[in-house]
């Protein structure tokens, strides 16, 4: 099992951008996901994060600029970043909580996708 993580990049403050990480590989069912974010020097801090069922939960400073979403059938967990602020520049990593088939829970990650943001 792999999340592949896509759509960062360098946009100036106040613009947006939209993440997405996908689950590929063997057959499995995703229960939570999210995204976490590290800035340099800094430690991994949790992002957002989204249940299968929809319960959503935001770190206090992206409350009302970004939103998680996520479509089940195509096992995949959206980012939309809005108003971002240079703060936001970081690494940003996907996050699964599944089962696979023949496997156990477990917790997976993406490879991560920088954001940079320029004031």
């Known amino acids: 099992v792999q999340l592949q993580a896509s759509g960062g990049g360098l946009v100036q403050a106040g613009g947006s951008l939209r993440l997405s990480c996908a689950v590929s590989?063997?057959?499995?069912?995703?229960?939570?996901m999210g995204w976490f974010r590290q800035a340099p020097g800094k430690q991994r801090e949790l992002v957002a994060t989204?249940?299968?069922?929809?319960?959503?939960n935001y770190e206090d400073s992206v409350k009302g600029r970004f939103t998680i979403s996520r479509d089940n059938a195509k096992d995949t967990v959206y980012l939309q970043m809005n108003n971002l602020k240079p703060e936001d520049t970081a690494v940003y990593y996907c996050?699964?909580?599944?089962?696979?088939?023949?496997?156990?829970?477990?917790?997976?990650w993406g490879q991560g996708t920088l954001v940079t943001v320029s004031s």
């Open positions: 996050y699964a909580r599944l089962k696979p088939t023949s496997g156990n829970l477990d917790d997976y």
């Open positions: 590989g063997s057959s499995s069912y995703t229960f939570g």
């Open positions: 989204i249940s299968r069922y929809g319960a959503i």
